[in-house]
């Protein structure tokens, strides 16, 4: 026989009602997941329009700029701008992959 790996988690009461009442979902283990799926994929959609927004400005996508900025030595980047904005957008492609990895943990 094999055990399933399981955590005990216990609610107030008004956090579990508000999970119920937000999902329409009388069981808790699945309101729980429902509210986390839709938690994930609302990131994730922010998450998608800033890196909209650093293609749009840099006319490409991280993998080609990465390789562009690996690659090339240009003045343009050591400013603190682009610096800081290749180091924000390498952070949101890592969380993205990170949080795509948990949402099919989730379905």
């Known amino acids: 026989m094999m055990l399933e790996n399981t955590s005990m988690l216990v609610l107030p009461k008004g956090t579990a009602r508000a999970l119920q009442d937000v999902t329409g ?62 180091l924000a957008w390498e952070a949101l492609v890592t969380q993205k992959n990170r949080l795509e990895n948990v949402y099919s943990w989730l379905i």
């Open 25 to 86: 979902e009388p069981r808790l283990d699945i309101a729980l997941l429902l509210v986390l799926r839709d938690a994930v994929a609302y990131r994730l959609g922010q998450i998608e329009a800033d890196l909209h927004a650093f293609e749009a400005k840099y006319g490409m996508i991280f993998d080609e700029y990465r390789q562009r900025w690996e690659s090339e030595d240009r003045d343009e980047d050591y400013q603190w701008e682009t610096e800081r904005d290749y």
